[in-house]
C-alpha cells in the first residue's frame, strides 16, 4: 500500500470520525432542546449566561432565576468590564407603596371643631368628586364645575377639602349669591381701596374694603387657598397664623358676629362654617 493510499484512508478515517462526533453532539442538544423548550446553540447559551428564562417546569440558566412574575420583571442591558455587550439582565421590579384613602363614612367621624384644617381630609379624588357631584345645594353648579380643581389645590396647599368647601358654601350662600356670581368671588376675599367722602361739607380720604374681582372662577379658588396656606396656617412666618382649628382661622378671617340678644358671637363665622362643613358630608 503506498503511502498517498495511507494519507487518503487516514485523512477519510478522521472525517468520519468528526462527522459521527457532530451527529452525536447534536442528537444531545436537539433531546435537551426538545425537552426545555429553548433551541439554541451551546455557545449562544454562554454569551446569554445571565439571562433568566422562565419555562415550565424548569428553567435553563448558568444564573438563578430572579422571580416567576413576569409583571415584577423588566430587562435592561447589562454594563460593566466582566459582562459582555450582549447581556441581558433580569431585575426585580420596587413594589410601590399604595396610598390608602379613607370611606366617607371614616371622613364624617374625622370632622370637629378641634380639627387641624391643614390635614386633608383622606378621601381619594375619585371619592370627592363623587362627593361633590351628589351634593343638593349646589345651586348654581360652582361646586360641581371645580371639584376636581378644589381637589388638586386643596392638596397643593394642604388644606382639608372639606372646610375649604365649607368657606365656598357659606361666603357665597351655596354659589347662589350675585356678587359672588358677578365678581367670580366665592371666598368673600376683600382688597381695601381709598375714597374721599363728603363729611359736613369737609372732603376726608378713606379705607375700605370692597369685594375683589376674578376673572375666573378657579383663580378665585386658587389664591384663596394660596392665602390660607401662607397667611394662616403657616406657625412660622403666617400674618394671621393663630392656630390651625376652625376657630383659630376665624379669629382673623372674619369680624366677630352678633346674637339675636345684642351679646357678641366671637365664633359665628366658624360655627356657620362647620355647620356647611356637616351638610356636605352628610350624616
Known sequence: MTTKVKKGLAIGLMILIIAIAIILSNQ??????????????????????????????????????????????????????????????????????????????????KINLDMDISKLSGLSKEEFVKLVQNMDYD???????????????????????????????????????????STNNYTSQMKVVTIKKEIKGKTVTVRKQILRSYSSEKECLKQTAEHLHKDYLNENSGEYYNGKTIYAINENYCIPGYHKDGTLYKYQWGDKVYRCMKTIVGK
Open 28 to 109: 444531545v442538544i436537539a433531546e435537551t432542546s426538545s425537552a426545555e423548550g429553548i433551541i439554541a446553540e451551546e455557545k449562544e447559551m454562554v454569551s446569554l449566561r445571565t439571562i433568566s428564562i422562565v419555562i415550565e417546569p424548569t428553567a435553563t440558566t448558568e444564573a438563578p432565576v430572579i422571580t416567576t412574575n413576569p409583571k415584577q420583571m423588566t430587562i435592561v442591558e447589562g454594563k460593566g468590564e466582566d459582562v459582555e455587550a450582549s447581556t441581558i439582565v433580569i431585575k426585580r421590579k420596587k413594589l410601590k407603596a399604595v396610598k390608602k384613602y379613607l370611606s366617607l363614612k371614616e371622613v364624617r367621624k
Open 139 to 181: 345651586y348654581t353648579g360652582v361646586f360641581k364645575r371645580n371639584a376636581e380643581f378644589i381637589w388638586d389645590i386643596t392638596h397643593k396647599y394642604q388644606i382639608n377639602e372639606i372646610f375649604f368647601m365649607g368657606i365656598i358654601a357659606l361666603e357665597s350662600g351655596w354659589g347662589s349669591s350675585k356678587d359672588a356670581i
